[in-house]
Nanobody
Framework: QVQLVESGGGLVQAGGSLRLSCAAS????????MGWFRQAPGKEREFVAA????????DYSDSVRGRFTISRDSAKNTMYLQMNSLKPEDTAVYYC?????????????????WGQGTQVTVSS
């Protein structure tokens, strides 16, 4: 069983930055591909960014590409999402997710494990 715990959310003004972290409970996180999703009130959960287990490949949604950067540190069993130039429309609960394998996955159903989420609020 893999447990994921997000942290780093909070309230920030538009144009500001936040870095989210996702800590995993297992030592073999390097065998898992991982991703970030978000869900705003009244909206469906949407893909934000994904990274392969080797960090060799990443993918981003069009809405965050160029502003967000996904990374991981397998030695620390942690994944990160650096969010810059934040906009009010980035306001949502952000979730990290993981699944065993080597691909980049952009669909929620491809992920097996999920964190409980961290709130990000961007004020205008």
């Amino acid at each position: 069983q893999v447990q994921l715990v997000e942290s780093g959310g909070g309230l920030v003004q538009a144009g500001g930055s936040l870095r989210l972290s996702c800590a995993a409970s297992i030592r073999t996180l390097s065998l898992y591909f991982m991703g970030w999703f978000r869900q705003a009130p009244g909206k469906e959960r949407e893909f934000v960014a994904a990274i392969t287990r080797s960090s060799g490949n990443t993918d981003y949604s069009d809405s965050v590409r160029g502003r967000f950067t996904i990374s991981r540190d397998s030695a620390k069993n942690t994944m990160y999402l650096q969010m810059n130039s934040l906009k009010p429309e980035d306001t949502a609960v952000y979730y990290c997710a993981a699944a065993p394998g080597g691909r980049v996955a952009v669909r929620a159903y491809e992920y097996e494990y999920w964190g409980q989420g961290t709130q990000v609020t961007v004020s205008s």
